[in-house]
């Protein structure tokens, strides 16, 4: 079965440059999560879409984040221009968010990508 | 704000030993209780979760404690291995309504089991 998938794994980039981060949810699931990581922070909700529509963007740091989803196996976290801080882990997620009773939403990570802004 | 409060945020335990991880959270209307685990340069996994109404799970090793007068919940890993190495966060949830799949996420806990 094929995870959540993640592009690029690794990024390096200069300050001021553009970011795309881009993320392919599990097939059928209907959330979609972006989490920042960092030792001082942990792990940090960015945004998170269901059935596509952004459903809590406060996580996002300031205007320089922007988050899409145009379809249900596609999203991109962009960082316009980037900064050194932003520096981090960023993880994408999906689940399949069931009706409340349910089982529980297993959110399924991907393995993340590592950007490194210099 | 930190939503889930995790403590010990490193731990150091013997082959063999018990390593327990703690976590307490405020807010009543949370209704479901993960914990993930996270190998270096992977994506945290699902390890066990819980729910309120009932005070312990277990599966395998791994055994969550629930107090829910006391709103906490701990990881018991018993017989810990050099493999279970890796860092383990508690999550709450509030499963139902707009908020149905969002996490908050503990900061964390490094495990470190000695061979």
């Known amino acids: 079965d094929a995870g959540v998938i993640q592009s690029p794994r690794h990024e390096v980039t200069e300050m001021g440059q553009e970011v795309t981060l881009r993320c392919k949810p599990i097939s059928g699931h209907n959330s979609l999560f972006w989490y920042r990581q960092t030792m001082m922070r942990g792990l940090e909700l960015l945004i998170y879409f269901n059935n596509n529509v952004p459903i809590d963007d406060s996580g996002m740091p300031e205007d320089r984040f922007s988050a899409k989803m145009p379809n249900a196996s596609f999203s991109t976290l962009k960082i316009q221009p980037s900064e050194p801080r932003d520096s981090a882990v960023y993880f994408c997620?999906?689940?399949?968010?069931?009706?409340?009773?349910?089982?529980?939403?297993?959110?399924?990570f991907g393995e993340g990508s590592w950007l490194t802004v210099v | 704000q930190q939503q889930v409060k995790q403590s010990p945020q490193s731990l150091i335990v013997q082959k063999g030993g018990i390593s327990i991880i703690n976590c307490a959270y405020e807010?009543?209307?949370?209704?479901?209780f993960p914990w993930y685990q996270q190998f270096p340069g992977k994506g945290p996994a699902l390890l066990i979760a819980i729910r309120p109404d009932v005070s312990e799970k277990k599966e395998g090793r791994f055994t969550i404690s629930f107090n829910k007068s006391a709103k906490q919940f701990s990881l018991h890993i018993m017989d810990s291995q050099p493999g279970d190495s890796a860092t383990y966060f508690c999550a709450a949830s509030i499963d139902r309504g707009s908020t149905l799949g969002r996490l908050y996420f503990g900061r964390g806990t490094q495990l470190t089991v000695w061979p």
């Open positions: 807010n009543t209307a949370f209704d479901y």
């Open positions: 997620a999906s689940s399949l968010a069931l009706t409340a009773g349910g089982v529980g939403n297993t959110i399924y």
